[in-house]
């Protein structure tokens, strides 16, 4: 960065007012003061305001973000519940028709079973008849074989008899003939009962197997036809279900439509408001600005006011620092390079990171003790730091300037030596190359922690360039005609010395000032 020389406020000059005119300047000076005051509390307010609104603008994104997977995915649920009470429909009808022909089997194999049953007995009853013909038949073969004899007894006896036997004897032959015929007839009769008989036997034992089969499907149908109608009932009661489901989520659907779409006003309405903020924050910003210039104004016209001790003091003390460093450079202790070095190395491991330069420990050596003094000037006073010209803080407080912890929240509130603060109020005292700056600020102490400042700022010059500034930080004064600072600056005010107007510089920039914008 370039190194610029220093520029002086302009000089004064006019005719001396009175000390009442004096008094009635003082009086606006410090009015113009408390409202900086109020306008930086204000833009606290503002700003805090802002960021919560931020921060719901961000939650209600969200919330539309889940709104609407909400509203698809009930949408989804929606379709599923339909789908699902088509289905438990379709099932109930189907496990109506399964019902319906398991009562047309069971029917079916009852009188499967019947007939098997008659079928059975009849078999029986074929089967007791046939062995009646097999006896009937083996009765006759007896009968048959004993006729045989008799008949060939009968041929036997009438060959002894001679020829007055020859017709017996074609009788016995006759007999003995049909003896033989009903004994092939018998035989043929047992030859054709026993396999038939056999037959029977086993189609009686396979007809009682198909009963007991029969019986069996029966008592599985039976079992299968009560789960059919136990799954039909429940059916039915998950059809009512997914009905009611089907319904509420139906009924839900339109909720969600509904809230969707009031979120998604709400959302548009605090997003207006967010703009809103910002632009009211923008707005406070250049009141504050101007306000901030005023105030400086103010001072550099020769107003006691109650900044006026502080402003005398950082003035001072940034010439003392001047003179110490101009010394080190003539005494060869520090080269001019070495302390305008802008090669900041960053600190390892810290949070915030800190810097080191070439200058820092000729620095923190040379002005700590001037820095620790200002604390003892007044009990207003809250720190003084010495800060290059872009906005780096070589050296701090001791106080402020604590080794670092582990807590980046208590490292930002206890370790701020070492440090850029380029935040406007930093980089504007950093930069300023009027006498004086005075400013009305925000100072952030880490953690989401704000307190309301004041900063008196003085630029230090070395060889003729701009290094930086000395910053004086100090709590607002109550604006009490008890407080002593303030009763110091009415007295004063009540000395009878000349005074004199802003010059016409001035009151130009007083004017521009006070214009509307």
């Known amino acids: 960065m370039a190194r610029i020389g220093r520029t002086h406020d302009a000089q004064p000059a006019g005719k001396v007012v009175t000390p009442a005119q004096a008094s009635n300047i003082e009086l606006m000076a410090e009015g113009i003061g408390q409202t900086g005051l109020l306008v930086v509390e204000a833009a606290t307010k503002i700003e805090s305001i802002a960021t919560n609104i931020t921060k719901q603008v961000e939650l209600f994104k969200e919330l539309t973000l889940a709104a609407r997977e909400l509203r698809d995915g009930n949408r989804s649920l929606s379709d599923d519940a339909e789908a699902a009470a088509d289905a438990t429909r379709r099932m109930n009808h189907e496990l109506a028709q399964s019902r319906e022909e398991m009562t047309a089997s069971l029917a079916e194999v009852n009188y499967m079973i019947k007939w098997v049953g008659d079928t059975s007995t009849q078999l029986e009853t074929l ?39 020859t017709g017996f004897t074609v009788i016995a032959n006759a007999i003995r003939d049909l003896a033989d015929q009903a004994i092939d007839a018998a035989a043929s009769i047992s030859a054709t009962l026993d396999p038939l008989i056999t037959s029977v036997n086993e189609l009686g034992g396979t007809t009682k197997s198909a009963r007991r089969g029969a019986e069996r499907a029966r008592g599985a149908i039976d079992i299968v036809a009560g789960s059919i109608e136990r799954s039909q009932q429940e059916g039915d009661v998950l059809d009512h279900r997914v009905e009611a489901i089907a319904t509420f989520s139906r009924t839900i659907n339109d909720k969600v439509d509904l809230f969707s779409s009031s979120l998604l006003s709400l959302f548009e309405g605090v997003e207006h408001s967010e703009n809103d903020l910002g632009a009211a924050t923008l707005s406070l910003d250049n009141l504050m600005q101007r306000t901030n210039s005023l105030v400086h104004l103010s001072a550099k016209i020769g107003v006691e006011t109650l900044d006026t001790p502080f402003v005398t003091e950082v003035v001072r003390c940034a010439q003392e620092i001047e003179v110490i460093f101009e010394a080190a450079i003539t005494s060869g202790e520090l080269s001019i390079d070495e302390l305008f070095d802008e090669d900041y190395q960053a600190i390892p491991d810290t949070n915030p990171t800190q810097h080191l330069t070439r200058f820092v420990t000729f620095v923190d050596a040379a002005v700590q003790d001037l820095l620790e003094e200002f604390l003892e000037f007044s009990p207003a006073v809250v720190f003084a730091a010495v800060v290059d010209r872009n906005g780096y803080l070589s050296t701090h407080n001791l106080k402020y300037s604590s080794p670092q912890t582990s807590d980046p929240v208590w490292n930002a509130a206890h370790c701020r030596n070492h440090r850029f603060f380029d935040d406007t109020t930093g980089i504007n005292a950093a930069r300023s190359r009027n006498d004086f700056l005075l400013q009305t600020y925000r100072r952030d102490m880490g953690g989401g922690e704000y307190r309301l400042m004041k900063d008196a700022s003085a630029p230090i010059y070395v060889s003729g360039l701009h290094w930086g500034a000395l910053r004086l930080g100090y709590a607002p004064l109550a604006d009490d005609a008890q407080s002593p600072e303030r009763q110091r600056v009415q007295r004063a005010s009540k000395i009878a010395k000349a005074t004199t107007p802003p010059s016409v510089g001035d009151r130009g920039e007083l004017d521009a000032l006070m214009s509307p914008w």
């Open 127 to 165: 089967q007791q008849e046939m062995e009646d013909v097999g006896r009937i038949a083996h009765h006759i073969d007896s009968i048959a074989q004993q006729t045989h004899v008799l008949a060939l007894n009968a041929h036997i006896e009438a060959a002894r008899a001679g020829t007055g036997a």
